[in-house]
């Protein structure tokens, strides 16, 4: 058993990956991006850090809590992609920043946006 397969063992969450690609319109030609899923019900943890933000224009206002995602070395992760994360019984969207590898893991920070 290899220590990717070790911590795995802890992955106790799922999650959906999402990402923005050009996708062409096959009766119109026209090329447009979408969030497109490109993995499905893969295994992680979620953890969530301390800090909160809050900001917004006039009109509009969020709160923005920071998160951190761990997975196997393997997940295809690329800053920006849309994570829809399923935890403690509930399901929610994540935007992901910038992966960190290590042989037997990634740590991704997170970030959860709610409009208020």
């Known amino acids: ?6 911590i795995a063992t802890l992955y106790f969450d799922s999650m959906d990956i999402y990402r923005k690609e050009k996708v062409k ?18 295994q992680c943890a979620l953890d969530k850090k301390d800090e909160v933000q809050t900001g917004g224009e006039v009109g509009t206002a969020y709160i923005s809590a920071a998160y951190k995602l761990f997975c ?10 849309k994570l829809v994360i399923t935890y403690n019984g509930r399901t929610e ?15 991704i920070p997170v970030i959860k946006k709610e409009r208020v």
């Open 1 to 6: 058993m290899s220590d990717a397969d070790i």
């Open 25 to 42: 319109d096959t009766n119109t030609g026209v090329t447009t991006m979408q969030e497109v899923l490109k993995y499905s019900n893969l």
């Open 72 to 81: 196997r070395p393997s997940v295809d992760i690329k800053v920006g992609d």
């Open 93 to 107: 969207e994540f935007e992901a920043g910038d992966p960190y590898p290590y042989k037997s893991h990634q740590e």
